[in-house]
């Protein structure tokens, strides 16, 4: 199985960009998909992640009403909708995946998925 995350950019602060992570195999094979971030010289952080079978989306506080991840089953692509940038979000971002299902209090954890895009540079200017 791999990942390929695509559509990061140059984005104005107050900008949007989305972006897109492909899937070779199927997502349904995955109960969760999930958005991190890693800003220079900071830790991978959770972004935003659901589940593939639908029910409630999961954001990071700092991108709770700016941010919106969505999934296309058919297309195998799950898609990080961004708006209102700020040049805090500036980082690559990462999609990942988690074949079985976890507790909602873990959803935020990087540790509980189990594959990784190779990561796209998203930078706001201010």
């Known amino acids: 199985v791999q990942l390929q995350a695509s559509g990061g950019g140059l984005v104005q602060t107050g900008g949007s960009l989305r972006l897109s992570c492909a899937v070779s195999g199927r997502t349904s094979s995955f109960y969760h998909m999930g958005w991190f971030r890693q800003a220079p010289g900071k830790e991978r952080e959770f972004v935003a992640t659901r589940a593939i079978s639908g029910g409630n989306s999961v954001y990071a506080d700092s991108v709770k009403g700016r941010f919106t991840i969505s999934r296309d089953i058919a297309k195998n692509m799950v898609f990080l909708q961004m708006n209102s940038l700020k040049p805090e979000d500036t980082a690559v971002y990462y999609c990942?995946?988690?074949?079985?299902?976890?507790?909602?209090?873990?959803?935020?954890?990087?540790?509980?998925?189990?594959?990784w895009g190779q990561g796209t540079l998203v930078t706001v200017s201010s």
């Open positions: 990942a995946a988690r074949g079985q299902r976890v507790v909602l209090s873990a959803v935020r954890d990087l540790r509980q998925y189990d594959y």
